[in-house]
């Protein structure tokens, strides 16, 4: 029976026009009973389907229905009813369809026919319409859509599930299983009988493939058929005992009742449905569903991190038979759950990996415009969710109500402020309770730390005034050594670099030691510095002598690096280098290596740097290297073949127009280039802030370490000539070698040199050890002489005063302090105003993810415990929220409110490091890499201003997040290189100014007010005292945790400058407590994370009219789609679990409707509702509407257990039966869409790759796991990596999904690209020669009978008949005729099966 | 279909008289069409494989100029850039995609009037503008997005992302092949050129059957197609086919279901472009005259390699192919990788040059070769990139890109040569006259290929889809 659109239709439309007479003329006035008929029947149809192009302003094709007049008017192809003649008006000839290009409603499915025959009866009875005013233009836009809503809620699936009878059909000895109860009533009402049972080979097939997705093995169909033979019942319909099964009633246990247990497919259903392959097969549906990828697709395709663990967590989900209302859950709201679900072997929390299915969005890269990406991305979203799990396309009311459904363009937009509000993330998934134990043991341990650390120092506190005082003795005698040190260098440099003057002119002229120079060529050039590695790792230049580290050693006259740790590394740069060039030849240990640096200039981190390459890009190939290739691009050069070992000539110069150039062995390699995007231009490497490494890329690089030897190393500040350059090549390495200096140098200077030289060695060791050398105090105190605001200024500045001059001196510099201290926060108020405190209670309005604790800020004096090394702490941080107070381990994010930009810099006072990073979320955009996205990796280990430029995105809603690295959705780190791998990463964070001006905010000089606002010193001794007790009050305060800020910042500086003890040399009594802490710290496991969302407070959206979200118009509140819950959602937060517990609800029409009817897809190959993502008015309606609801029905009392919906419909004899037709099934039904006989179908991609390895042997039963790359030949086709711009070519041939949007069903095309893979795939052919192999091997000496007979029943489930055998036969004796060895033969004969539709097909 | 069951000896019969014997003409066009469309119960699409009225051309080549021209630099001269050059950009200056925005920059390549028609072109397509009066440039093209992936997408299927069909899908959807043993779409690559960003997705079928997505041939491959080589000799290819045949002719009868038969008759078919395909590639036949006007001679490496692609083409053109795109090779300069190789944000001078000189000579030798072969009428040659390019420059020498208004043109039968459609400002920064859409730019393919774009519709996902979503006009001015 065709549903209704109302109850109130359910009167044939015949009697009531009979009824009501028929009129002659519309203009007359209708009867009561004929505008009864018409408000009932007509209006609201023409208010649904017609009135949005045929009413008020709209007057598609010059017709209006919005009134009496307009009708009798009619259209542009004349009158649109001729009174009393249905047959004759042109409004229901195009309601009919009758016309080809005029079909009304317009796109629309064709109106019921209840609907068309209430129109004809209409028109026929004159058209009596009591609309005799057209509307006012208020009225009509008012009404329309509620009237239209109120009409459209009557679709059959929005309609309450029903509990309907099972019926009795005439036939009753078939089967009692309900299924096949309604779906016999229905054949017999066509005078249909189902298909005779399938033969038992064919069933165990379809349903070992329809449960798992794999071929049954040959034993389990010998089982299979052994039992039906057995079992006569078998072959007839379930008993009485299964029908209580399948009512949800225990079986009576009778004599009998070994025949239920005895069902053969009862028991290879328990199996394969309690097998782990199960949880594979049907994961992978629901991905389909999902449009699971582990990449965002679009330019660069970047990862959607550790989106495989959503993966397993569904295997896990069905394999457990998670119940279906609780996985939408988990999917919507899976973080918001009171009661989430724990994985028990591994403790972490399955509940909120079903967000992640939120996060598996395409996105644009670094979209301009980043609400348009917003729009797309939210747009996919409610696509993805109304699809999957309502049956619904919400997303097509984005931009007005919805053609067909009752879904309005308001529905879109409170749902659109539901997935708005949430925020991607990374999230944690471990155990807080896990994560307790270890915090409550640190928090024990650290607080004793605090406190011995307190004892130290207060007891170096005393001291404190005496070591201000203290004279060190051999101060003077530093200097003097100093002095002499800079005079022995000066009288060296002046001989060497007379004779190196000499030599290098006279090279020039004629030709040089390492052989004739080409006439012509250029001078050679002089480098700033120089390693020869002749005896060790000096400059023979400059002074940049190097520091050999790790295995580096200096042999032969040349520098070894194995590869693994070893590097040299300089002092900082004496000068700027802007245009540069590096030089030196070198020998690569091995050609296999990747990604080793030979010669680097880089910033003292190693976060910026330039260097000479090799294979880190590409393999055997040379590049210039630079942080995350801002500078680099491949060179395409000649790659480096059997050239281990050799030394060769490189050459990287960086020009002054931003163009780099490489060159090997004097000539150009590839071409230059030069870089464009991100911080592409010249680098400026500042002195004292820059370095030069050799056999490592920088500092911090993955994979940095170079394997091989240098001979010769030189540094050029500027950009050498291409000639310069060949002819350096061509004068070797030795250029000026050491020997050729000495030789140069006038032999009546060589003594005087040489002691030079040794006198020089002597100094600089002894200045080394020397006290003024390594005592802080000595440092701080040379320091404080050069800053303002450094804390021992006014002891440095007044110590040698007294009496009125000191006093005068005192009260001056507190003057001028406060007068400094006034002007900085004027100008701090004004220009850089403070939008967060993270100090005080602005701190609770922030949001907290991963293992930040929700609790108030940090205090002034927080601390972390370093995790390694001999110091203790490395300072005291200022109030704020800190992501490391008791470990690194322990990261997560920290968000903001959300807020409009409206300034052009952001500046925040951060902290972090080991790759966390703070952003600007704008528009929710997750992946911002590239300079429109303001953002910072934070590298620094104290506080300090990060600003962040937001001009270009003035206007938009953003919000801040700190991160560490593990939880950003987009770390920002070298290509190829991994973030830190033992989970640590860090930040802190205490202030957020929003301004105008680049510069951020001054810091003010705290500390000084513990001075100048306390009484004042008489005398230095006086002063000296003062520091002494202002030191062991703040450490008393300290040790209580209740530290001011100038306190923090006064104790602070004698932490980090090491003139209090944190140094466990210092305090060996410590060591035993801070063992313990680290021990505990460095067990624990890195934390787990997963794609997910996250909450902040929730926001309404604008509705978008015509969805131009440029034109924002009302909000609207959130909630879900007013035809189902009209209620807005009422929430701070997003409204995630309130749209999840709509959707779940079991009261929600079409929620189990539209699971049953996937699950009855994936069994039966056609949905009780074909099309099954669409339940709406486009979609095709149920062909068996009662069993849908008996089953959804059925699917909710038995707790929405998929694995039980499963088992009772492959119970039921229609999933026995055959799939040959009746003659009268392809009359009658030719779509089969009665099921009276079984569906073919084609294999699903997946299934044809595993039903490969299965068969050969070389499938692996390891499950889950990161992916694998797309060309493994082992795991199963749902462990394959999915990204979206690199696609499995063979599963996508087989119609494997695009992963864009939900696709319920999938296509089963036919295309030669299938037949050219299974004929010349090499993946194919070698797996055809492993299975014959393995039936060779397993077979000795067997007959062709037999082994033939073991290959079919592998490939097909079934031997072969005596007629195949016949072929086969022939197919062989040809090969081997033709030469072939055996083994080859009989892979020709696997091959060939491969290709056998039988083999592709299910039947 | 005949419900009663078949002998096996029948359905072999039905099946296929013996490998390469018969063609069967069904597999690209009516036959999988119609079941496609009937397995998707998709009954409002309608009856693919005809056109809606006569069609002016048979086939496309789709020049795609992936990283974006600057067309201030090529077809959209701009004497206004010439004497501001230097001067700070006197109107707003929209969001770009690095914003390191310079000053109006002057073009490089000299501008003037080209052909009988007169069009202003610059230097920098030498010999494409020599055929000036066959082309009808638009001016006014713009786009919805600033960054290539999504442009890419947007340019190929209407939308900015994955999962619809492209262009070269829609009208093998909506026509038919003429050649059942080439694919309908092919996508061309030679030497070093890549997929565009947004990967494979851009020459998808999208929602539409797998059988309309492209092929992508690298015409100096080997293989040119995966897959394509046997791994044995025809004897023994023959042998295996004729035995699958056999058995699977038993599982045909048992199941009469119209797929199997389907998947049968595919072997035909594929075995058929086992050669089809290597002998489209094998240019040995053309004549040395003809390489000579492609530049398949020329010391220009990619120039040679971008030649071979456009001789292709016309191959694939005469063997009745719908649609195939051609794709430019990188540089490598200011930017300009494999899947962008124009895009020039730095050394826009040096890299457009570059890449021009790759282009010109063989995309005018197509024209050239396609007009002496009575080809041209019956083909569209449409040359676009993504977006256009500032009139401002990006650090010193580079151009951002700019979708707010910029060139393509347009070649062929039906298309009014030594014309120009739409303007941009005195800058060339805004369409301003006549603004075009990508919409427009397709619903004026269709409708050379004799498709009315609002007609050529796919239900999918409760939706009738159009590869011009809910837009665009016929641009009647560029028809001749």
Redo the contacts between chains.
């Keep these: 029976m065709t549903p209704r659109p109302s109850p109130i239709f359910s009167a044939p439309a015949a009697s009531i026009a009979l009824a009501l007479g028929i009129a002659t003329s519309a203009s007359a006035a209708p009867t009561s009973e004929q505008t009864e008929f018409f408000e009932r029947k007509i209006r609201p149809v023409l208010v649904s389907e017609c009135y949005e192009c045929h009413s008020g302003k709209k007057a598609k094709g010059g017709l209006k229905l919005d009134w009496r007049g307009a009708v009798e008017k009619g259209g542009d192809t004349g009158p649109a009813i001729v009174p009393g003649d249905a047959a004759k008006s042109l409004l229901i000839q195009t309601i009919r369809h009758e016309d080809a290009d005029l079909k009304m409603p317009k796109?629309g499915a064709k109106l019921d026919d209840d609907v068309i025959a209430d129109f004809v009866a209409w028109v026929n009875m004159g058209a009596p319409d009591p609309r005799d005013q057209p509307p006012s233009e208020q009225l009509a836009g008012a009404s329309t859509w509620d009237a239209t809503l109120a009409l459209r809620k009557e679709w059959w699936s929005f309609q309450p599930r029903k509990d309907p009878a099972i019926p009795t059909p005439a036939d009753t000895t078939w089967s009692d299983h309900p299924v096949d109860r309604f779906l016999l009533a229905k054949m017999e009402s066509r005078g249909l009988h189902p298909a005779p049972d399938a033969d038992p080979r064919t069933i165990i097939r379809r349903l070992s493939f329809a449960l798992t997705g794999l071929p049954p093995k040959p034993d389990e169909i010998e089982a299979f058929v052994r039992e039906s033979i057995r079992n006569p019942k078998s072959a007839e319909p379930l008993g009485g005992g299964a029908l209580r099964l399948a009512q949800g009633l225990e079986p009576v246990e009778t004599a009998g009742g070994g025949q239920e247990r005895g069902e053969p497919i009862r028991n290879s259903t328990d199996r394969l449905l309690a097998s782990p392959q199960f949880g594979e097969c049907w994961a992978r549906h629901w991905m389909d569903l999902m449009r699971y990828a582990e990449s965002h697709?679009?330019?660069?395709?970047p990862e959607i991190r550790e989106a495989w663990r959503y993966r397993d967590y569904l295997i896990r989900a069905f394999n457990t038979d998670v119940p279906w209302d609780r996985l939408i859950r988990e999917h919507l709201a899976g973080d918001l759950l009171p009661d989430p679900r724990w994985n028990a072997a591994d403790g972490f929390n399955e509940s909120i990996l079903g967000t992640a299915s939120l996060r598996l969005n395409?996105h644009?890269?670094?979209?301009?415009?980043s609400l348009?990406e917003q729009v797309?991305t939210v747009d996919?979203q409610i696509d993805v969710v109304s699809?999957a799990f309502q049956g619904?396309?919400i997303s097509?009311a984005r931009c007005h109500d919805h053609k067909f459904?009752a879904i309005g363009q308001r529905d879109f937009y409170a749902l659109f402020g539901v997935f708005a509000s949430s925020r991607p993330a990374q999230v944690m998934i471990d155990s807080p309770a896990k994560l307790e134990e270890t915090r409550s043991k640190l928090t024990a341990l650290k607080s004793q730390i605090r406190e011995a650390l307190a004892d130290a120092w207060a007891a170096a506190a005393q001291n404190a005034p005496a070591r201000l005082r203290g004279e060190t003795p051999d101060d003077r005698e530093s200097e003097k050594l100093r002095a002499r040190i800079a005079e022995t260098e000066r009288q060296l440099n002046e001989i060497e670099g007379a004779a190196r003057h000499r030599l290098l002119q006279a090279r020039n002229g004629s030709s040089g030691p390492s052989g004739p120079l080409q006439a012509g060529a250029a001078s050679m050039p002089t480098p700033i510095a120089r390693w020869s590695f002749k005896n060790d790792a000096r400059d023979s230049v400059g002074s940049l002598h190097g520091e050999l580290l790790g295995g580096a050693v200096v042999k032969g006259g040349r520098l070894v690096l194995n590869g693994a740790d070893a590097c040299f590394q300089t002092p900082p740069l004496p000068i700027t280098l802007r245009e540069k060039t590096l030089e030196a030849w070198a020998a690569p240990e091995n050609l296999e290596q990747r990604g080793g640096g030979v010669l680097t200039v880089e910033t003292l981190n190693g976060a910026v740097f330039d260097s000479i390459v090799f294979a880190e890009k590409d393999a055997r190939q040379w590049m210039v290297g630079s942080n995350n290739f801002r500078r680099t691009?491949s060179l395409?050069g000649p790659v480096e073949t059997d050239t281990a070992g050799d030394f060769v000539h490189l050459a990287a110069v960086f020009r002054a127009d931003?163009s780099i150039a490489l060159f090997r062995n004097g000539a150009a390699y590839g071409?230059p280039?030069?870089?464009?995007?991100?911080d592409?231009?010249l680098r400026d490497f500042t002195a004292g802030g820059s370095r030069i490494l050799m056999g490592r890329r920088h500092t911090g690089g993955e994979r940095a370490f170079f394997a091989g030897q240098i001979k010769e190393a030189r540094l050029y500040d500027r950009a050498l000539a291409a000639e310069e350059i060949a002819t350096s090549f061509s004068a070797g390495p030795e250029g000026v070698s050491t020997d050729d200096l000495e030789r140069a140098i006038d032999p009546g200077q060589r003594a005087q040199r040489a002691s030079l030289q040794h006198s020089l060695q002597e100094m600089r060791a002894k200045l080394l050890a020397s006290p003024a050398h390594t005592d802080p105090w000595k440092k701080a105190l040379a320091q404080a002489q050069k800053e303002d605001g450094n804390p021992l200024r006014a002891w440095v500045h007044l110590r040698g005063m007294t009496g009125a001059e000191f006093a005068d001196q005192w009260a001056a510099m507190g003057k001028d302090w406060r007068k400094a201290q006034e002007a900085v926060r004027a100008e701090n108020r004004a220009e850089c105003p403070t939008h967060w405190n993270l100090a005080s209670d602005d701190a609770g309005q922030w949001f907290r993810e991963g293992a930040l604790k929700p609790e108030s800020p940090a205090r002034p004096g927080e601390f972390s415990i370093e995790p390694s090394g001999s110091r203790i702490l490395t300072g005291l941080y200022p109030g704020g929220v800190y992501s490391h107070l008791l470990s690194q381990k322990f990261g997560g994010l920290l968000t903001s409110p959300r807020f409009k930009i409206e300034t052009n810099n952001i500046s925040v006072r951060a902290l972090g490091g080991k790759g966390a990073m703070v952003r600007l979320i704008v528009d929710n955009y997750p992946l911002g890499v590239?300079?429109?996205f303001p953002k910072a990796t934070l590298e620094q280990d104290r506080p300090g201003w990060i600003k962040l430029d937001t001009a270009?995105r003035k206007g938009s809603w953003a919000y801040l997040e700190f991160g560490t690295f593990d939880d950003l959705t987009r770390p920002v780190t070298a290509k190829g290189q991994s973030g830190p791998e033992d989970g640590r990463s860090y930040f802190g964070v205490s202030q957020i100014t929003f301004q105008n001006r680049p510069q951020p905010p001054r810091e003010e000089d705290k500390c000084a007010a513990l001075f100048f606002d306390a009484p004042a010193p008489r005398n230095a001794e006086d002063l000296a005292a003062n520091y002494g007790s202002l030191l062991t009050e703040a450490i008393a305060a300290w040790r209580k945790d209740s530290l001011s800020e100038p306190q923090r910042a006064f104790l602070d500086f004698f932490v980090r400058n090491g003139l209090l003890p944190s140094d466990l040399t210092a305090l060996p009594a410590l060591q035993p407590l801070v063992s313990e802490y680290r021990r505990i710290e460095s067990a624990m496991p890195p934390l787990r994370h997963a794609p997910g969302v996250i909450e902040a407070r929730g926001h309404d959206a604008p509705l978008l009219p015509r969805g131009d979200y440029k034109k924002p118009g009302e909000l609207i509140p959130r909630g879900y789609l007013q035809a189902l819950n009209p209620e807005p959602f009422h929430t701070l937060l997003s409204g995630r679990l309130e749209l999840a517990n709509a959707i779940a609800d079991p009261r929600n029409p079409l929620t189990a409707r539209v699971m049953v009817n996937r699950i009855w897809y994936h069994l039966f190959g056609r949905g009780l509702v074909?099309?099954v993502?669409?339940f709406?008015r486009?979609?095709?309606r149920p062909t068996n509407p009662e069993l849908l609801d008996y089953l959804a029905d059925r699917f909710v009392k038995d707790g929405w257990s998929c694995k039980e919906m499963i088992r009772f419909l492959v119970t039921s004899r229609a999933y026995r039966m055959s799939?040959?037709?009746?003659?009268?099934?392809?009359?009658v039904d030719?779509g089969n869409e009665l099921l009276s006989h079984f569906r073919?179908r084609?294999l699903e991609a997946e299934s044809i790759r595993d039903s490969l390895l299965s068969i050969s042997g070389e499938l692996s039963a390891q499950m889950y796991g990161p992916p694998e790359p797309i060309g493994d030949k082992g795991r199963r086709s749902i462990y394959l990596a999915v990204r979206?711009?690199?696609?499995s070519?063979f599963l996508a041939?087989f119609?494997a999904p695009?992963p864009?949007?939900?696709l319920g069903r999938r296509?089963?095309?036919?295309?030669?690209?299938?037949?050219?893979?299974l004929?010349?795939?090499?993946f194919v052919?070698g797996l055809a020669g492993k299975w014959a192999n393995d039936v060779l091997a397993a077979t000795p000496g067997a007959s062709v009978e037999s082994r033939v007979s073991r290959m079919f029943e592998s490939a097909f489930g079934r031997p072969p008949?005596p007629?195949?055998l016949v072929?086969v036969r022939?197919?062989l004796d040809?090969?081997a005729k033709?030469g072939a060895p055996q083994d080859r033969v009989w892979q020709?004969l696997a091959?060939?099966l491969f290709?056998?539709?039988?083999f592709?097909?299910l039947? | 279909?005949n419900?009663?069951?078949l002998s096996?000896r029948e359905m072999l019969r039905r099946c296929s008289l013996g490998f390469g014997s018969i063609a069967f003409a069904g597999?690209f066009s009516e036959n999988?069409n119609a079941k496609?469309a009937a397995?998707?119960?998709n009954a409002a699409a309608p009856i693919p494989g005809q056109p809606h009225f006569t069609p002016r051309v048979k086939n496309v080549i789709f020049c795609y100029m992936s990283g974006g021209v600057s067309h201030v630099d090529s077809f959209d001269p701009k004497p206004e850039l010439t004497r501001r050059h230097g001067q700070p950009v006197p109107v707003p200056v929209?969001?770009?995609?690095?914003?390191q925005n310079g000053n109006l920059m002057a073009s490089p390549w000299e501008a003037r009037p080209r052909g009988k028609s007169g069009v202003m072109m610059t230097d920098l397509f030498p010999k494409i503008a020599g055929c000036a009066d066959d082309l009808a440039v638009i001016r006014s093209m713009t786009s919805?997005?600033?960054?290539?992936?999504?442009g890419n997408y947007f340019f190929h299927t209407g939308f900015?992302?994955?999962?619809h069909p492209s262009a070269g899908a829609w009208v093998n959807y909506g026509l038919g092949s003429e050649n059942e043993n080439l694919?309908g779409f092919v996508v061309l690559q030679s030497g070093a050129a890549v997929v565009p960003?947004?990967?494979?997705?851009l020459f998808?079928n999208?929602f539409l059957?797998?059988?309309y997505?492209a092929?992508i041939i690298k015409v100096d491959g080997k293989p040119p197609l995966?897959?394509?080589?046997?791994?044995e000799t025809d004897t023994?290819?023959r042998?295996?086919l004729g035995?699958?045949r056999?058995?699977?002719s038993?599982?045909?009868a048992?199941?009469?279901?119209p797929?199997?038969e389907?998947?049968?008759r595919?072997?035909e078919?594929?075995?058929r472009?086992?050669a089809a395909v290597p002998e489209l590639c094998d240019i040995s036949g053309e004549t040395d005259a003809t390489k000579n006007l492609y530049g398949l001679d020329s010391p220009d490496p990619l120039t040679a390699a971008y030649a071979k692609q456009c001789l292709v083409a016309r191959r694939l053109v005469e063997r009745g192919v719908r649609f195939v795109e051609l794709s430019c090779l990188s540089c490598?300069?200011?930017?300009g990788?494999g899947?962008n190789p124009w895009?020039q944000?730095?050394?826009i001078k040096e890299g457009h040059g570059e890449m021009a000189h790759q282009v010109d000579q063989p995309i005018a030798g197509l024209i050239r070769d396609l007009k002496s072969r009575g080809l041209f009428e019956s083909t569209l040659i449409i040359f676009s990139g993504e977006f256009g390019r500032t009139p401002f420059s990006q650090?010193s020498d580079?151009r951002d890109h700019n979708p707010y208004g910029f060139s393509l043109w347009l070649a062929g039968g039906g298309v009014k040569g030594g014309s120009v459609y739409g303007a941009t400002d005195d800058l060339g920064y805004y369409a301003v006259e006549n603004v075009t859409t990508v919409y427009d730019l397709y619903a004026t393919v269709l409708h050379l290929l004799g498709l009315n774009h609002e007609k050529l519709t796919y239900?999918y996902?409760?939706?009738?889809f159009r590869l011009t979503d809910v837009h665009g006009h016929v641009l009647k001015d560029v028809l001749s």
Excluded: W
């Excluded at chain 1, 280039?673 to 991100?678: C, H, N, V």
């Excluded at chain 1, 290709?1395 to 039988?1398: I, M, P, Q, S």
């Excluded at chain 2, 996902?461 to 009738?464: E, N």
């Design positions: 796109n697709g679009s330019e660069g395709d395409e644009g890269f670094q979209p301009v415009d348009d797309k996919n699809k619904l396309t097509c459904d691009q395409n931003n071409k280039y030069t870089p464009g995007g991100d592409s231009t590239n300079p429109i270009y074909p099309t993502d669409n709406g486009l979609g095709d799939s040959q037709g009746s003659a009268k099934a392809g009359e030719p073919v084609r979206r711009n690199n696609l070519p041939i119609d695009k864009f949007s939900t296509d089963a095309t036919n295309v030669p690209a299938q037949s050219l893979a004929l010349n795939d090499p052919i008949r007629d195949e072929d022939q197919y040809a090969r033709d020709d091959q060939s290709n056998l539709k039988e592709l097909y039947r | 279909m419900p009663l069951p096996r597999l999988a496609a397995s998707q119960g929209k969001p770009t995609m690095f914003n919805t997005v600033s960054e290539h992936a999504q900015p992302f994955m999962g694919p960003h947004g990967g494979l997705g998808s999208g059957p797998a059988q997505q092929s995966d897959n394509i080589q046997p791994r023994l290819q042998q295996r035995f699958i056999e058995l699977d038993g599982f045909a048992q199941t009469r279901d797929s199997v389907a998947a049968i595919n072997y078919t594929a075995y472009m086992q490598g300069i200011g930017a990788n899947p895009d944000h730095g050394k650090g580079g239900r996902g409760g939706r009738d």
